[in-house]
Antibody, heavy 116, light 107 residues
Framework: EVQLVESGGGLIQPGGSLRLSCAAS????????MNWVRQAPGKGLEWVSV???????YYADSVRGRFTISRDNSKNTLFLQMNSLRAEDTAVYYC??????????WGQGTLVTVSS | EIVLTQSPDFQSVTPKEKVTITCRAS??????LHWYQQKPDQSPKLLIK???QSFSGVPSRFSGSGSGTDFTLTINSLEAEDAATYYC?????????FGQGTKVEIK
């Protein structure tokens, strides 16, 4: 059974940094393309970033240059390093497995709140 | 960036009624359009992939159609458990984008 468990969210001041983790089980992260998708409180879904099986990465314009997606194949874990955080980054962040360009498995999400 | 516009934003529906949600893309995306259901306080779940292919385990009352720029999600004979927000998502061109969501309420 595919499972994705996010951690690392919390309250952080504007300008601060946070690292999210996503522990995967039931499949191999490095064989899949893995994404982060976020959802601001009461709002819709926004795709944030992807890392392909070959290692290529892409970002939404809103986070490019501030966020970095990576993975640790030995731990079967996905990460999102978030720097220079802004109030508008406040959201639930979902770890999502991609399969043939649709999102077939989602984690439960971790809440990031950027506030002073 | 491809913009996806869903309509309506909100729909209040009686059980057993038919629900139709549309998603229009700002440019052609062939059939790279997928639908998700998000119930309150839950993660989204995949319903339909590539416009019309049902995902494993999804009830047969959910169906999708369309190609190019116009797509439709249909729920035949709505059940109380279908109260949720529904999102379309395109994977034809990066950055991948979602529609703004359609909230379906049960009367």
């Amino acid at each position: 059974e595919v499972q994705l468990v996010e951690s690392g969210g919390g309250l952080i001041q504007p300008g601060g940094s946070l690292r999210l983790s996503c522990a995967a089980s039931g499949f191999i992260v490095s064989n899949s393309y893995m994404n982060w998708v976020r959802q601001a409180p009461g709002k819709g879904l926004e795709w944030v970033s992807v890392v392909y099986s070959g290692g290529s990465t892409y970002y939404a314009d809103s986070v490019r240059g501030r966020f970095t997606i990576s993975r640790d194949n030995s731990k079967n874990t996905l990460f999102l390093q978030m720097n220079s955080l802004r109030a508008e980054d406040t959201a639930v962040y979902y770890c999502v497995r991609g399969s043939n360009y649709y999102f077939d498995s989602w984690g439960q999400g971790t809440l990031v709140t950027v506030s002073s | 960036e491809i913009v996806l516009t869903q309509s309506p934003d909100f729909q209040s529906v009686t059980p057993k009624e038919k629900v139709t949600i549309t998603c229009r893309a700002s440019q052609s995306i062939a059939n790279t359009l997928h639908w998700y259901q998000q119930k309150p306080d839950q993660s989204p779940k995949l319903l339909i992939k590539y416009a019309s292919q049902s995902f494993s385990g999804v009830p047969s009352r959910f169906s999708g159609s369309g190609s190019g720029t116009d797509f439709t999600l249909t729920i035949n004979s709505l059940e109380a458990e279908d109260a949720a927000t529904y999102y379309c998502h395109q994977s034809g061109t990066l950055p991948w984008t979602f529609g703004q969501g359609t909230k379906v309420e049960i009367k």
